[in-house]
């Protein structure tokens, strides 16, 4: 990769973190306006790039965020979808006793995934306002390469066998967050009740407001991947995904969908909402497969 290179994509990421802390801002204008001034910078950086396939890659990924944060701008603008979107305030964290602490800091170092940090508190990061989900009309939708496609109302999904399991959490931007307990259903059950089909490799799993993310199926089979709706003994907050999120602690953070509304089986690869924007179709965090 060339420095110039390099530099666009820095500046893109920087922006995308830009854009999807934005609504912790009292004014996520301020945030927009950052991410456009960065995205210039990438722009400039770009027509002095010798032609070819990875400027085309680049300026395509560049047009799609510079449509988000228009699109983006005008949700923000707009006042009564604000309101109606207020998130659920966060409950504070608990502080974790000395015992806790001490006892899980031998082996945290093993536990943190090359040039990530720890945090204690819990970023919220994700494009757009949460979506305002009512459960009399929630569904949620298995389709794809299944044997019958399923639709489960939320008092169906929760009747599900119930996990609780506790696991790390690694964002792209360079957090890890250690020993999160979720409660809800392993994917597996969930794909159970629809009958996978032999021909399935892939998964797009879709969360609200458009977002997506692609996970091989493999993957989403094991053992620690489920949908919740608990974090910590909480119910999940508006802003951390909550009624319902998907949770995939050996992959970075942006698969791991908010506000799930269904999951799709395919027989290959698609690209989920970042993965249209250059990052990684796997993202296993040891392999530090951050972008494409
Ligand atoms: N629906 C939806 N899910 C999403 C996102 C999003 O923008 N929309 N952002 C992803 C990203 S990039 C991260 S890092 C995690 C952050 O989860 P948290 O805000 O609960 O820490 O949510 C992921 N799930
Ligand atoms: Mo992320």
Same mark, same amino acid.
Request: proline share 8%.
């Given at each position: 990769m060339t420095d110039a290179v390099a530099e666009v994509r820095r500046l893109l990421t920087r922006s995308d973190e830009v854009v999807k802390a934005a609504q912790n801002?009292?004014?996520?204008?301020?945030?927009?306006?950052?991410?456009?001034?960065?995205?210039?910078?990438?722009?400039?950086?770009?027509?002095?790039l010798p032609e070819g396939e990875e400027r085309?890659?680049?300026? /395509?990924?560049?047009?799609?965020?510079?449509?988000? /944060?228009?699109?983006l701008e005008l949700l923000a603008a707009d006042p009564s979808r604000a309101r109606l979107d207020q998130?659920?305030?966060?409950?504070?964290?608990?502080?974790? !006793?000395?015992?806790?602490?001490?006892?899980?800091?031998?082996?945290?170092?093993?536990?943190?995934?090359?040039?990530?940090?720890?945090?204690?508190?819990?970023? /919220?990061l994700h494009v757009g306002l949460p979506p305002r989900v009512d459960l009399d009309s929630w569904k949620?939708?298995?389709? !794809?390469?299944?044997?019958?496609? /399923?639709?489960? !109302?939320?008092?169906?999904?929760?009747?599900?066998?119930?996990?609780?399991?506790?696991?790390?959490?690694?964002?792209?931007? !360079?957090w890890s967050?250690?020993?999160?307990?979720?409660?809800?259903?392993?994917?597996r059950d969930v794909a159970d009740l629809a009958g996978v089909r032999p021909s399935a490799t892939h998964v797009l799993v879709l969360g609200g407001n458009a977002y997506s993310a692609n996970v091989d199926l493999e993957?989403?089979?094991?053992?620690?991947?489920?949908?919740?709706w608990s974090h910590d003994g909480r119910a999940l907050p508006a802003e951390h995904g909550g009624p319902l999120r998907l949770v995939v602690p050996m992959r970075y953070a942006w698969k791991s969908a908010k506000w799930v509304e269904g999951i799709k089986f395919l027989d290959h690869d698609v690209a989920g909402y970042w993965?249209?924007?250059g990052y990684h179709n796997v993202a296993d965090p040891w392999l530090e497969q951050r972008y494409g």
């Open positions: 801002r009292s004014d996520p204008s301020v945030a927009f306006q950052q991410a456009r001034i960065l995205l210039k910078k990438a722009e400039d950086q770009l027509a002095d085309d890659a680049l300026v /395509v990924t560049l047009g799609l965020r510079l449509d988000d /944060v228009a699109r998130p659920v305030a966060p409950d504070p964290m608990p502080t974790p !006793g000395r015992e806790t602490v001490e006892r899980s800091m031998a082996s945290v170092a093993e536990r943190i995934p090359p040039h990530q940090r720890l945090v204690t508190s819990w970023p /919220v949620f939708a298995i389709d !794809g390469l299944v044997e019958r496609p /399923v639709r489960l !109302g939320w008092e169906e999904f929760r009747a599900l066998p119930n996990v609780t399991l506790t696991s790390d959490f690694h964002c792209v931007t !360079g967050r250690l020993d999160n307990t979720w409660e809800g259903v392993r994917f993957a989403l089979m094991a053992d620690d991947v489920l949908f919740a993965e249209m924007r």
